[in-house]
């Protein structure tokens, strides 16, 4: 569907996965929109729409010094807390898993991060499932760590 340049794709959600949008006026009709931190976990939870786990990465290193206009207001950053909450309320695990490296990473989330551990995936899973497996493993998060940290922040160099 094209909407102005914009192209979208309805994705099917189980019903326990939808939350945390808001309805907005777009060109006087009402457009259901994510909340940043919903919009992050969506693109976790989907790879394949959101442009893949370097995307998810940059987002996430960057919502640091991102503004954002929610139907609370403007604020900076993403809200780590309401990012755990929801991230457990999408119920995968692999999801909680990747998320919690990645904030890791990202240096957000120290100590919320450890909430993420207890709902981490049980059974070994690949940062990116789309890749094959490596060698590598980061055992706090039962995941294998199939992209490389170089890959991951390339979005940096430039």
Do not use: C
């Not at 189980?14 to 060109?27: D, E, R, S, V």
């Not at 290193?61 to 991102?66: I, V």
């Not at 993420?116 to 940062?127: D, M, T, Y």
Request: overall charge positive; cysteine-free; proline content about 4%.
């Amino acid at each position: 569907m094209k909407f102005g340049n914009y192209a979208y794709k309805y994705v099917r959600l189980q019903p326990h996965k939808f939350f945390g949008y808001q309805k907005i006026l777009y060109a006087d009709l009402p457009v259901l929109i994510a909340e940043p931190e919903k919009a992050v976990l969506d693109s976790l939870d989907h790879l394949e729409y959101g442009g893949g786990i370097q995307e998810v990465t940059k987002a996430l290193g960057r919502s640091r010094t991102s503004t954002f206009d929610t139907s609370e207001g403007t604020r900076e950053g993403l809200d780590i807390a309401k990012l755990i909450q929801y991230a457990k309320a999408m119920r995968n695990r692999s999801l909680s898993s990747r998320l919690g490296y990645l904030l890791t990473l990202t240096e957000q989330a120290r100590e919320e991060v450890k909430e993420l551990e207890k709902h981490g995936s049980a059974w070994p899973v690949r940062l990116d499932p789309t890749l094959p497996p490596n060698s590598k493993w980061d055992r706090r998060f039962n995941l294998n760590v199939n992209v490389s940290y170089e890959q991951l922040f390339d979005w940096r160099r430039s």
